[in-house]
């Protein structure tokens, strides 16, 4: 079945059709993992090596994380909400039943694959909006950039369009909640905390995966003449920090949510505790 559903895929790339498959639940369901592994290995295959080679002309900036993407919110909004918004904007149309009293099937058959191609597109321009870039090289650079949200598009609709609408709505929650909620939880559980001690400070920085509501968010900054001689984060952001230190878009860093404790037995200058953090993180000059 691998080989058939790729070869389908494939062929529906290069003209799409409004062809409906009828399997029973349990192949339909392996259609669907199929082309959920095919995207992930496309993804890590092409597009991820792709946008680390684009970094090094232009760092593709994403917005900062909000205080609101607790682990619920992210759950409900980012698993739930959106994709269903989505597969109802660019894909619920798919099916000739759906307009057959506008257009003949003749008609409709000639439209099709354009009401494929340009709605994939436009999904995949949407996902700008994730990132705070305003260069003309990023503008040019950008179709590469979303280029896993297209990929993402046209595997959605052929799902759409060989089951149904609850199928491909199905794939794009997996999808989001993959990456949205099962990556980040796993990562930020093996990662170990960074820390580094030295005659003169020690500090230790954790990273957080959702924002807890329920835990006080600490932002305490103790000075000495020297400089910064302590600082206590809880659940803040390292842009935000950088932001509260340096003023605001002065640097930019690829946001995480942090716990963070400093030390430092003289006292620090902000560019040097700049320079500590760049040990651990890319810290751009805006």
Do not use: C
């Not at 597009?47 to 900062?64: A, G, H, M, Q, T």
């Not at 796993?186 to 230790?204: G, L, M, R």
């Amino acid at each position: 079945m691998i080989k058939i559903t790729i070869y389908d895929f494939y062929n529906f790339l290069r003209r799409p059709n409004d062809h409906q498959i009828q399997l029973n639940l349990k192949n339909k369901i392996l259609f669907v993992l199929i082309l959920f592994a095919l995207e992930i290995i496309i993804v890590h295959v092409l597009v991820f090596p792709l946008l680390f080679l684009i970094n090094y002309f232009v760092p593709v900036k994403l917005d900062r994380i909000g205080y609101s993407q607790t682990f619920a919110f992210m759950m409900v909004y980012v698993v739930f909400v959106v994709p269903f918004l989505e597969e109802l904007i660019f894909r619920f149309f798919l099916t000739y039943r759906r307009v057959n009293l506008v257009v003949t099937r003749e008609q409709w058959t000639r439209l099709f694959p354009y009401l494929v191609y340009i709605p994939a597109l436009i999904f995949g321009l949407v996902h700008i909006g994730n990132y705070k870039n305003d260069s003309l090289l990023f503008y040019m650079l950008s179709p590469i950039i979303i280029l896993s949200q297209i990929i993402g598009g046209f595997v959605i609709s052929f799902i759409r369009v060989r089951l149904n609408f609850y199928y491909s709505t199905f794939y794009h929650f997996m999808w989001n909640f993959l990456f949205a909620i099962a990556v980040p939880f796993v990562f930020f559980s093996v990662t170990k905390p960074y820390i580094e001690e030295t005659s003169a400070y020690k500090i230790t920085i954790q990273e957080l995966p959702f924002f807890n509501e329920d835990v006080e968010q600490t932002f305490r900054i103790d000075s000495a003449q020297n400089g910064i001689k302590s600082m206590k984060l809880k659940q803040y952001s390292m842009q935000h920090l950088l932001d509260s230190l340096y003023s605001k878009d002065q640097y930019y860093v690829d946001d995480v949510l942090i716990n963070l404790e400093f030390n430092s037995k003289t006292g620090m200058r902000k560019d040097e505790f700049l320079k500590v953090l760049k040990k651990e993180y890319k810290i751009i000059k805006e």
